[in-house]
């Protein structure tokens, strides 16, 4: 097995070679490499990507996400595994644990990880550099009956059924969305709040001011690089990402910025949204005006036919259930974590629901 690793130089020669475009299956979307080159916390020497081949075949790859931790007074240089793929045949071959020692031994053993596919939690404990799973708690809320989306990734058997699904999905929104015309929440009222594409100057205050506590405090500049570098991109699926495991495009795909004007706090905020298809998820959120945006997040899913919210603000998750809203139910959800033992942490997980790569999907 030879494991060949990717800094921000090589990863950018590797996806404008002839090798790369002559791949059956690529390691990394095209896209999604010129984010991870462009990251503000990405430094020259960096490992970004580590490929497995056996036998000059692609046998696996995992990816990493530079980042910093704030902890005690101290900021530490860490990485966010992401995008881990072992080809079946290997599964059961050094290729797993040997890529998983690469990458804890490029980034001296600090690294994070978050919405792990469940099969690997063994390999993780198995290898001792984590401790112990911590959860955040989380709530999920659907607006619109989504079958043909949620049941396919539970089990194999619906894929097949995906079509049916489909039509058992639009026969029903289209009798239950009536209830819409008679439901208000906030009206689109300026004096309250408007929606942008990117941060302007008026908002750098609220995301110092409400970065205290976080741990990852990623500010202005990292907020903008995900809205100008996202690793989704809106499209049809095409040759390139046909040949990617992950997820690179999508029928609908966009970030929206809610700027929320004082209203009972002392100073204007704002909320990150990001739609995929028919869910939307608050990425990050910068504000005290919880009743307020969670009112604007419904009129949001409304005038957008969004299916599903997704939320993992401690401090958002209440007001959701406080309003009225036109819910035809909600779930209590789950997101991981494993943090290495080397980084120290094991108190309250202060992270935004975006933080890691989760603000990219």
Not at 2 to 29: A, G, Q, V, W
């Amino acid at each position: 097995m030879e494991i060949i690793t990717y800094n921000r130089n090589k990863l950018n020669e590797f996806i404008h070679s002839d090798s790369f475009n002559k791949m059956p299956l690529i390691p990394i979307s095209r896209h999604r490499a010129i984010s991870q080159i462009n990251n503000p916390r990405a430094d020259e020497n960096d490992i970004l990507l580590a490929v497995a081949y056996e036998e000059n075949r692609m046998a696996g790859y995992l990816g990493v996400l530079p980042d910093y931790l704030y902890a005690n007074s101290r900021s530490i240089k860490v990485g966010w595994l992401s995008c881990f793929w072992v080809d079946e045949e290997f599964r059961s071959s050094p290729v797993t644990a040997g890529l998983l020692l690469e990458i804890m031994d490029a980034w001296n053993r600090n690294i994070l990880i978050t919405n792990f596919v469940p099969s690997l939690l063994p390999l993780y404990r198995k290898s001792g550099f984590f401790g112990k799973e911590m959860i955040l708690q989380g709530i999920r809320c659907y607006l619109r009956l989504n079958l043909a989306e949620v049941l396919p990734t539970k089990k194999k058997v619906f894929r097949n059924l995906k079509f049916l699904l489909a039509g058992t999905d639009a026969v029903f929104n289209l009798f239950a969305d009536l209830r819409f015309i008679l439901f208000k929440n906030v009206p689109a009222d300026p004096s309250i709040y408007d929606l942008r594409s990117h941060l302007d100057r008026d908002l750098y205050e609220p995301v110092e001011y409400f970065n205290r506590d976080s741990l990852s405090r990623r500010g202005v500049e990292e907020i903008n690089w995900i809205l100008d570098y996202p690793w989704i991109l809106e499209k049809k699926p095409d040759a390139e990402s046909s040949k990617y495991y992950f997820s690179s495009v999508s029928r609908r795909f966009f970030y929206r910025i809610i700027r929320v004007k004082k209203v009972k706090s002392n100073r204007p905020g704002f909320v990150l949204v990001c739609v995929r298809d028919n869910h939307m998820t608050v990425p990050y959120l910068f504000s005290d005006e919880y009743i307020i945006i969670a009112r604007i997040l419904v009129n949001l899913m409304i005038e957008l036919r969004c299916s599903m919210l997704t939320i993992f603000h401690v401090k958002l998750i209440p007001s959701i259930s406080k309003i009225r809203s036109p819910f035809l139910f909600r779930k209590v959800i789950r997101k991981p974590y494993l943090i290495s033992r080397n980084l120290g942490i094991d108190g309250d997980l202060k992270f935004q629901d975006g933080d890691g790569d989760c603000a990219f999907y």
